[in-house]
């Protein structure tokens, strides 16, 4: 993992208490596809490429 990827990492880690706070039934599988997602885009395009559209397509 380079430099920029683990700086991505931990503001997704930062922030997964947050969201866990606020999550319905469904929520566990969708913060997850989100996550899941999100690393792949920044293996991909890079980190300042990825597009709110692009993520929410592929989780």
Partial sequence: MDRLSRGAHRQLNGGEHELKRNQGPTGPKTITAIYQAFEELIL??????????????RA
């Fill in 44 to 57: 991909i395009t890079g980190y300042e490429k990825i597009t709110v559209a692009e993520l929410a397509r």
